[in-house]
Structures are given as structure tokens and as C-alpha cells.
């Protein structure tokens, strides 16, 4: 304690100039005056020593706080997948979605009949559709590619798809038709015959310049960066197609970059296709981690552009809706194409 205060340093230097003994008394006197003044306690402890059981406490107390939040989370958790809890909740899911589709009953061919589909086509066997996040996808990868050597490497055999040199928009070839009939930007002349161009590296990026994330961006666009890629990733964790992958790993890397960017998104959300999934492939209350980005919505109401024609007339609706308990989604909204 000597030299924690002005007194202390003087009594110091009184003992070290070895005064006359009235002198070195009053030094001593000082010294036990100062160290009396210290102690606090009945059993002797220091003013220090009082601090360091204040914080001790301190930190027992924060961590006791830390350990009831993380329990709390633990719960939250454990009820987000609880089959019962989403089960309960999707029945409100269910009864929203009947009334915006009109779903009714499935029937005949477009119903329970209906030939069961792959979600994957052939890159998946749906009784096995569970990558559980083991996949290396990126550790031959590099974000540090050009963008414009990204996205050509990932667009080789994307075929398939145009673009409309008018409004600039992505199509699949097989909406060449139903497109030039919408597309308000094409010329009198040119509405018979429309105008498209190829779907090169070069356009793809003219049409996500100035986006703040790019690559989220270019994965929504009407092209085949978002289906070969994912197929691709899909084919590598289910079958070991490395070498089928190898051209989409750069693309995807910079796209799960600007993934990892985005908040996480805890809570539900939708997703349809128009045609009949195995129940084997997403059992009811299951958890199943999928190895590619998949779009989803959080709004029921998209899903119904999504469905098919149960076929019969009547204007029936035929498919597979998905309600899924998420906890690991990015909300992409802002940089969505739509």
C-alpha cells in the first residue's frame, strides 16, 4: 500500500533518508495511520479487496443473467420446432391458404392420383433429401473471382432462357409468347416476333449495376444462375458431383457472402410448386436442412402464381404448398427482382 497515495510516497522517502529517530516515529505513525485508514472491515479487509468481491459478484450476477437468457432462448427454440406448437400454428396457415387459392379436396388425376414428382427432378431421391449442412461448397471457392468470370462460369449450360432486349427482363424460351403479348415497351412492329437477346455474363451484370448486393440480385433474375446453381449444389451433396459443381462454386460462394450479410429471419414462411411431392420428401414436423438457397415468402399470397392446373376445367388448382418453420432464412426482399 505504500505509495498508493501522496503520504504513503513521503513516509517512504522519510525511511529512506534515514532521519533522526523523532522523525522516523512520525514516519511510522504515518505509515500505520495510512494502513489503518484502509481497513474497513472488522476482519481486516482492505478497501481493495472490497472491490474485487464487488466485481467478482458482479460477474457471477452477469452470468447468472446469461445463462437464464440463453435458457430462455433454448426454449423458444425448442417450441419454434416443436411438432405440436408448428402443427397448431399451421392450421390457421392451412385456413388462410384454402381461402386465397380455393383449394379443394384433391381428386382424380390432379389430386392423390397425381404421379408423385421429385422436388430435385433427378438430383435428389426423395427418401434421402437431407444434406444436414455436411457438403463442402466452398472451400475450393473464391469471392475474389471477377463477377463477370463468376457469373459466366456459372451461366455454361444454362440454356433455356432469354432476355427481352425491350424492358430488359429475363424469360424462360417457353414464355417467349405469353411475354410479347405483356411486354409494354416492345414497338408495334416488333410485338408479332418480340426481341430477345442472349442471356451473356455481360447483360446479367448490366442489370444488377449500381445494386447494393449484386449477386442477390442476379440469383432472383428470370435466368439459369438460380436453377443450375442450386441443381448443381444439390447434385454435390447427394451424388459427389464435384466436377459438375466446379463451374457454379465461385457464383456461390459470393452469393452465400451477401447471404450471410442479411439478418437472420426466424418464423414462417411459403413456398409452392405445381406438381405433386412425395410426402417422403418433407414429412409433416420434420426438420430437413437443404443444401442450396431456396426461395420462400413470407406472404401466403404469392403462392397461388406458383400452382398448376388440376386440368378438367373449372379452373382448378393442382400442386404441393410447403409451410415451413425457418430459423436460419435471410430476408432478401430489398434486393429481390421481386
Not at 436453377?227 to 462454386?249: H, P
Request: proline share 4%.
Amino acid at each position: 500500500m505504500v505509495g498508493a497515495t501522496g503520504s504513503g510516497k513521503q513516509a517512504a522517502e522519510a525511511l529512506k533518508a534515514a532521519p533522526p529517530e523523532a522523525e522516523l516515529s512520525d514516519a511510522v505513525a504515518r505509515l500505520r495511520a495510512l494502513d489503518a485508514a484502509q481497513r474497513t472491515g472488522a476482519d481486516g479487509t482492505t478497501a481493495v479487496d472490497q472491490v474485487a468481491s464487488a466485481f467478482v459478484a458482479a460477474l457471477k450476477a452477469t452470468a447468472a443473467r446469461l445463462d437464464a437468457r440463453l435458457a430462455d432462448q433454448r426454449a423458444a427454440i425448442k417450441a419454434h420446432f416443436d411438432p405440436a406448437v408448428f402443427l397448431a400454428a399451421a392450421k390457421a396457415d392451412v385456413q388462410q391458404l384454402q381461402e386465397l387459392c380455393d383449394l379443394t379436396a384433391p381428386a382424380g388425376a390432379s389430386g392423390a392420383d397425381a404421379p408423385v414428382q421429385s422436388r430435385f427432378g433427378d438430383t435428389v431421391d426423395t427418401q434421402i433429401h437431407i444434406d444436414q449442412g455436411r457438403a463442402d461448397f466452398f472451400s475450393k471457392a473464391s469471392s475474389l473471382t471477377e463477377p463477370v468470370e463468376a457469373v459466366r462460369a456459372a451461366l455454361q449450360g444454362c440454356d433455356g432462357f432469354v432476355a427481352c432486349a425491350a424492358c430488359g427482363n429475363g424469360i424462360q424460351v417457353g414464355n417467349k409468347e405469353k411475354h410479347k403479348q405483356k411486354c409494354k415497351k416492345l414497338q408495334p412492329d416488333e410485338v408479332a416476333t418480340g426481341r430477345y437477346v442472349e442471356q451473356t455474363a455481360e447483360w446479367v451484370l448490366s442489370m444488377a449495376a449500381g445494386k447494393p448486393e449484386p449477386f442477390l440480385f442476379m440469383y432472383t433474375m428470370e435466368t439459369g444462375l438460380c436453377y443450375d446453381t442450386n441443381a448443381a449444389m444439390r447434385r454435390l451433396a447427394f451424388q459427389g458431383d464435384a466436377d459438375g459443381y466446379a463451374a457454379k462454386a465461385d457464383f456461390a460462394v459470393s452469393l452465400h457472402r451477401a447471404l450471410m450479410r442479411r439478418p437472420k429471419y426466424v418464423g414462417t414462411v411459403f413456398s409452392a410448386m405445381n406438381f405433386r411431392v412425395s410426402p417422403a420428401a418433407y414429412r409433416v414436423g420434420g426438420i430437413v436442412t437443404m443444401p442450396q438457397p431456396t426461395s420462400t415468402s413470407t406472404n401466403p399470397q404469392v403462392v397461388k402464381q406458383f400452382l398448376g392446373s388440376g386440368g378438367g376445367g373449372g379452373g382448378a388448382i393442382a400442386g404441393t404448398i410447403l409451410i415451413l418453420r425457418v430459423s436460419g432464412a435471410r430476408d432478401i426482399a430489398p434486393y429481390s427482382v421481386y
